[in-house]
């Protein structure tokens, strides 16, 4: 049989433990999420492709992206900040740099598109070149990283179609991103390669 003693040891303690949990709950708060600025410090940078890819703190989500929608930033900043991949031109001699942002490592939908009738953030992966194509195309280093990471892109994620790679302003007619001068009918033809 067991003794009075045990039986209010254990009562405490279930009671007690019941208490702590229903506190923890009721103090809970939303995770913090660093600023997009911010968490751009911490992201990885490389100007191979598949290494930025592969480089997240969880695994890759193969089913949640099925489309890739390419933007541009002027500074890098603005919807940069927002999308999954930042392709900075090369300087000073170097090779262009794809970055891979935290809502990359994350795999968590980005906030680069806003178009009423559809959240293409929810599905979408944004990449976002880094320069002013509004007269002159990308130069062709970053242009040909563009492409290897659409390619690579498409490489993991079987899902996405050709098809399902757009330019941002294939998708809002309030902009003409990723510039009008981007090449995109070479850009469609590369990827049919």
């Keep these: 049989m067991v003794k009075s003693r045990t039986v209010k040891v254990f009562t405490a303690l279930l009671i007690s433990m019941s208490g702590g949990a229903l506190v923890l709950m009721v103090m809970e708060t939303k995770p913090v999420h660093p600023q997009a600025s911010l968490a751009i410090l911490s992201e990885s940078e490389s100007t191979d492709a598949a290494s930025v890819v592969l480089d997240t703190d969880v695994p890759l989500q193969p089913i949640k992206w099925r489309n890739i929608v390419i933007h541009v930033s002027p500074d890098g900043t603005g919807v940069a900040e927002r999308c999954h991949f930042v392709l900075y031109p090369a300087v000073d001699g170097k090779r262009p740099t794809v970055v891979g942002t935290s809502l990359w490592k994350r795999q968590t939908e980005g906030h680069h598109l806003s178009v009423p009738g559809r959240d293409w953030n929810a599905d979408s992966i944004g990449v976002c070149l880094v320069g ?16 290897d990471l659409v390619r690579t892109l498409r490489k993991y994620f079987r899902s996405i179609a050709r098809d399902q790679v757009y330019l941002c302003r294939d998708l809002d007619s309030r902009t003409d991103s990723p510039g009008k001068a981007f090449p995109a009918d070479d850009f469609w033809m590369r990827l049919r390669k």
Excluded at 132 to 146: E, T
Aim: overall charge neutral.
């Design 132 to 147: 002013d194509f509004s007269k002159n195309a990308p130069p062709m280093d970053q242009y040909r990283v563009l492409i």
